[in-house]
């Protein structure tokens, strides 16, 4: 506990520098490119050189870079994301309200991938030279190969447009006034392909990250012991070499947090699911910074605390790390 909870004090101290850097890197890049709110409001509606100066004047365009950095962070401090220039709402509730739908996107791809992959590694990884062994590999080194904007339109294709068994997109059924367990079966089935398309590229290298480090594992004295010891072929997988090629995934599953969250970018615009990915194309395409800065930040501290996590995990899996972390 005291080893989990001086690993969990040093990332927090570590991560307040990481959000900094993150915030002032991300102004400064949306500062140089050109154009700004206004030409995309303008661009829209129409208006003329009075109306450009009040817009700016009124968004706080007038003034200077520096000045404007100073006053988002000074709003920071305050827990303040500021007002969305598209929605005219704090940035703040327009996150909150479309933040549980990719959270519940990417949870649930991330269980698909990371669990379904792990077993499927531990399947072809317990027999290493077998046709099963041999098949899974290449399906998955295929599998890894597809962009997953073309398998998601591919799943559209066949599971939504040709065999209807499931809808072509969106979060729920429109005007539905379904409630209970009944909202949440037609959430579920909205989730089936886009969750699918965002787990399957990963799943794919779970398993050949599992595959591969079983097979390193089976080259280990331990298992050499254990076969000593008269354990049987399936306890000396799962006990023991499952239990090891796990090690390096746990890793991976902070690392590709960051990944799928940015794919869930293109996944929730091919199925149009309302979610942050989403948010974030209607913030760029409006030139809303405010807004745009508010997601990468939401996104940020979700990345950090996902890599916490993975962090605690990997330290109560192999306590040597904990202690090398703690006594650091």
Do not use: C, K
């Not at 520096?66 to 709402?89: C, E, I, K, M, P």
């Not at 998601?152 to 294709?157: K, Q, R, T």
């Not at 979610?275 to 030139?287: D, I, P, T, W, Y």
Request: proline share 3%; net charge positive; glycine share 10%.
């Amino acid at each position: 506990m005291t080893r989990a909870l001086a690993l969990i004090r040093r990332r927090l101290v570590g991560s307040v520098f990481v959000l900094l850097i993150v915030v002032i890197g991300t102004f400064l890049l949306l500062e140089a490119a050109p154009g700004d709110a206004v030409d995309a409001y303008i661009v829209s509606t129409g208006g003329d050189a009075g109306m450009i100066e009040l817009l700016r004047h009124s968004w706080g365009l007038d003034q200077s870079e520096l000045t404007r950095l100073a006053n988002y962070l000074w709003a920071l401090l305050h827990l303040d994301l500021g007002q969305s220039v598209t929605f005219s709402r704090p940035i703040r509730d327009v996150i909150l309200e479309r933040l549980p739908t990719t959270l519940i996107l990417m949870g649930s791809a991330t269980a698909l991938s990371f669990g379904l992959g792990s077993a499927l590694g531990i399947y072809a990884g317990a027999r290493p030279g077998s046709f099963r062994d041999r098949f899974l590999s290449i399906g998955s080194l295929a599998l890894y190969a597809v962009p997953g904007f073309w398998l998601g339109l591919v799943l559209i294709v066949i599971f939504a447009v040709g065999l209807r068994w499931l809808p072509i997109g969106g979060i729920e059924s429109i005007a539905s006034a379904r409630t209970g367990l009944d909202r949440a079966a037609d959430i579920a089935s909205h989730l089936v392909l886009p969750v699918s398309a965002l787990g399957f590229i990963y799943l794919a290298l779970y398993l050949r990250m599992m595959r591969a480090g079983m097979a390193e594992a089976w080259r280990q004295d331990f298992v050499l012991a254990a076969r000593a010891r008269g354990l049987s072929r399936r306890r000396i997988v799962l006990a023991h070499v499952a239990r090891n090629a796990l090690l390096p995934l746990v890793t991976m599953l902070g690392l590709q947090s960051a990944q799928m969250l940015g794919g869930s970018v293109v996944i929730e615009s091919v199925f149009a699911v309302p979610g942050l990915g989403r948010l974030a194309q209607e913030a760029v395409a409006a030139r809303d910074t405010p807004l745009l800065l508010g997601i990468i930040l939401v996104s940020a501290v979700l990345v950090i605390f996902i890599n916490l996590l993975v962090d605690i995990a990997y330290a109560l899996l192999d306590p040597r790390v904990g202690a090398s972390e703690a006594g650091a």
